[in-house]
């Protein structure tokens, strides 16, 4: 059954079809026209002005799972404004701002693999996504056929990595590679395994967020003849830790993947402590572990999203002492030159012998340090 002839979006009884649960069927039936998605949120005048507005520049897409998350009446819910176009996004400086502020193209000495740091590389293996979210780093290939990967580019990308024995660890990522099917993923991860220099492999992936239903059984199943296997995926807000979320990571880390999480601080969606405490307190219950909080990169159309830095250690500053430590991820700002950690004042001084830092509460301690 095709969603668009569905009459009437009842939730429930959507839910209730086995089709819902089917990741291909949620692919399938990705809502792509103000029409469409006007049978889920009452969408505002800007909204719908935006979707027009923005076409040129930037795709846009989302899954029937995904749109279940948005308020319909509210047009400042943190799911809704990650993925629906805003009017704000044409009032950004796009001679100014780069489209690839890490210059991924330039550290890439075959197609969609980027050699940054010596002993790993970032394999994009697939150039297609569940959905667009507005905040996107790799705005400028994702959705671009150009982009998408054939079999003998694949091969290069695994003959260059096979050619490097520093390369020791893989991050295959996108677009998202969870969009491939189960062989073609396969058909990578095996020729991977193979080579003896290639330690881990992990795989990045929004999925988990905006299509769970892909991580299947055999799926999992699969990738147990490939440990060590680790899947990093992308949370931004509680909203988004819905039962359906936490079943399929429970899956993915049944089958002996450990789970990692990454979150853009993103202005009007998480940029205050009590939103990213629940985000992290969260996903620590889902046994994922929060590891980054990135600063949102310089990106055409998402002037509204960023924040300060210093608003940002702020943030972090208020969370210590309030979350258990390990559910705190380290504040960074991808560069062209790997990632800086954009640390709060904890180190103040040092006299002597003696490092002054400061602790979560603003009291001074002195360590004895000797140089
Ligand atoms: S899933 Fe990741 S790569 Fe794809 S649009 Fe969203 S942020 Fe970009």
């Not at 502020?101 to 197609?111: D, I, R, Y």
């Not at 990595?161 to 020791?168: G, W």
């Not at 359906?244 to 450990?258: H, K, L, Q, S, V």
Request: net charge negative; glycine share 6%.
């Amino acid at each position: 059954m095709k969603l668009s002839e569905i009459d009437k979006i009842d939730l429930n009884e959507l839910k209730s079809r086995p089709e819902w649960s089917d990741w291909k069927w949620q692919l399938r039936n990705r809502i792509r026209t103000a029409e469409e998605l006007e049978r889920w949120i009452k969408l505002t005048d800007s909204e719908r002005q935006a979707i027009e507005a923005t076409k040129a520049y930037f795709r846009w897409q989302i899954t029937p799972y995904y749109a279940s998350l948005m308020d319909p009446e509210d047009a400042s819910c943190p799911v809704r404004r990650q993925v629906v176009p805003q009017m704000d996004e044409m009032e950004d400086d796009f001679d100014i701002l780069s489209l690839d502020p890490l210059e991924e193209l330039a550290h890439s000495p075959v197609k969609n693999l980027v050699h940054n740091y010596n002993d790993r590389v970032a394999f994009c293996v697939a150039a297609e996504c569940a959905v667009y979210c507005r905040y996107c780093l790799r705005k400028r290939m994702v959705g671009d056929g150009e982009y998408a990967m054939n079999k003998s580019e694949l091969q290069e990308g695994i003959d260059y990595i096979a050619a490097h024995p520093e390369i020791r660890d893989v991050l295959l990522t996108g677009g998202d590679p969870m969009i491939l099917n189960d062989s073609n993923l396969e058909w990578i991860l095996s020729r991977l395994r193979a080579i003896p220099h290639v330690e881990l492999i992990r795989i990045g992936s929004r999925f988990p967020v905006l299509n769970p239903f892909r991580f299947t059984p055999e799926f999992c199943e699969m990738i147990g003849k490939y440990h060590p296997i680790w899947v990093n995926t992308h949370y931004n807000h509680a909203k988004e830790l819905t039962p359906e979320a936490a079943a399929a990571c429970d899956r993915i880390t049944r089958a002996g993947a450990p789970l990692g999480n990454q979150t853009v601080l993103l202005k009007g969606i998480n940029n205050d402590a009590e939103t990213l405490k629940d985000l992290f307190k969260g996903l620590v219950k889902m046994r994922v572990r929060p590891y980054y909080l990135y600063q949102a990169q310089l990106i055409g159309g998402t002037k509204h999203f960023r924040t300060t830095i210093e608003e940002g250690m702020q943030l972090m500053q208020q969370l210590r002492g309030r979350i258990s430590g390990f559910a705190i991820p380290s504040y960074v700002l991808d560069t062209p030159h790997g990632k800086v950690p954009l640390t709060p004042n904890g180190y103040q001084s040092r006299e002597g012998d003696y490092v002054e830092v400061k602790a979560y509460g603003g009291e001074t301690w002195r360590e004895f340090n000797p140089e």
